[in-house]
């Protein structure tokens, strides 16, 4: 899929720190290749479907990436997974913001909280970016 989307974490607001510790649980069985100069991760699922992930340095905390190049399927249930886990949002450029669930809308920042979308598997996100 031609789209880049950001992921991020929110409080009051704010951008909020994410747990490295939940990158790798989620993203880190899949990781193909590996390049920590340009915080760069190549992802490739155990359904053949692929993503490039550039999250910068994965310290305890970090701020968030960007995924791009991602194929529906799995990748797709992945990021779901991982902002379940890690309390964080997905912005994809000209789409809604999407939501692990309803509560985080009251912390995005006001310009991005209108028609924001909770998404619970893949499929979801393939459909939001589908509609937009």
Not at 73 to 84: S, T, Y
Not at 107 to 129: K, S
Request: charged share 25%; proline share 4%; with cysteine.
């Amino acid at each position: 899929m031609g789209f880049e989307m950001f992921v991020q974490g929110f409080e009051n607001g704010d951008a909020a720190d994410l747990d490295s510790s939940v990158f790798h649980a989620v993203w880190g069985p899949y990781v193909d290749r590996n390049e920590p100069e340009f915080g760069f991760w190549r992802i490739r699922a155990d359904d053949g479907g692929e993503a490039d992930i550039y999250a910068g340095t994965l310290d305890k905390a970090f701020t968030g990436f960007m995924i791009t190049h991602f194929s529906s399927g799995r990748v797709l249930d992945l990021l779901v997974e991982f902002i379940v886990a890690a309390d964080a949002v997905v912005m994809p450029v000209g789409c809604p913001t999407l939501l692990a669930h309803a509560d985080q809308q009251r912390h995005l920042p006001e310009e991005i909280r209108a028609g924001a979308v909770v998404v619970r598997e893949g499929t979801d996100v393939e459909r939001v970016l589908a509609e937009n």
